[in-house]
T-cell receptor
Framework: GAVVSQHPSRVICKSGTSVKIECRSL??????MFWYRQFPKQSLMLMAT?????????EQGVEKDKFLINHASLTLSTLTVTSAHPEDSSFYIC??????????FGSGTRLTVV | GENVEQHPSTLSVQEGDSAVIKCTYS??????FPWYKQELGKRPQLIID?????GEKKDQRIAVTLNKTAKHFSLHITETQPEDSAVYFC???????????FGKGNQVVVIP
């Protein structure tokens, strides 16, 4: 099936700094990638849809200036959490959708802001 | 947009018994219904999915049923084992639309 690699798996950063998370589609050219956030004991909430070569589409309530998404190639999308605060601590997961394999998720990034 | 409700939130079963999780969806246009298993700190793993052109699908101990009229679908796990303990999420989308709406999840605990 499709393989999605996400890096880093864990990151701890200081409040006010920025963190970049990478999502790579290893064997599929993904024009679209999705970014989810999952707080402890909660469901996955779609944050934004990343579109290759164009602007991302953000869900209602998600600040586009805080969560910067760049999808510069068909295999790489990045999510940058800018000026991170403790309330941004969460599990961030990317995914792609393919006709043959449905939705495939990355391994997730555990962000802790101290 | 699509709204997916999932019940119950927590389910405890004795090893060997069956577990059933039910989900309802709101958008009659949805035609793709996957189920994911998520272990603590890990990515969701697709365990089974169903499209709206069939009413039931089975894969070994796991089955999913779909009632399009009532707009609900259920996950059935038979002969449960301790390794089935995890959080299970249902989801719904219009296949090819790419927008996947998740239920809130169900914590399944299999008691040895």
């Amino acid at each position: 099936g499709a393989v999605v690699s996400q890096h880093p798996s864990r990151v701890i950063c200081k409040s006010g700094t920025s963190v970049k998370i990478e999502c790579r589609s290893l064997d599929f050219q993904a024009t679209t990638m999705f970014w989810y956030r999952q707080f402890p004991k909660q469901s996955l909430m779609l944050m934004a849809t990343s579109n290759e070569g164009s602007k991302a589409t953000y869900e209602q309530g998600v600040e586009k200036d805080k969560f910067l998404i760049n999808h510069a190639s068909l295999t790489l999308s990045t999510l940058t959490v800018t000026s991170a605060h403790p309330e941004d601590s969460s599990f961030y997961i990317c995914s792609i959708s393919t006709a043959n394999y449905g939705y495939t998720f990355g391994s997730g990034t555990r962000l802790t802001v101290v | 947009g699509e709204n997916v409700e999932q019940h119950p939130s927590t389910l405890s079963v004795q090893e060997g018994d069956s577990a059933v999780i039910k989900c309802t969806y709101s958008d009659s246009a949805s035609n793709y219904f996957p189920w994911y298993k998520q272990e603590l700190g890990k990515r969701p793993q697709l365990i089974i999915d169903i499209r709206s052109n069939v009413g039931e699908k089975k894969d070994q101990r796991i089955a999913v049923t779909l009632n399009k009229t009532a707009k609900h679908f259920s996950l059935h796990i038979t002969e449960t084992q301790p390794e089935d303990s995890a959080v299970y999420f249902c989801a719904a989308s219009i296949y090819g639309n790419n927008r996947l709406a998740f239920g809130k999840g169900n914590q399944v605990v299999v008691i040895p």
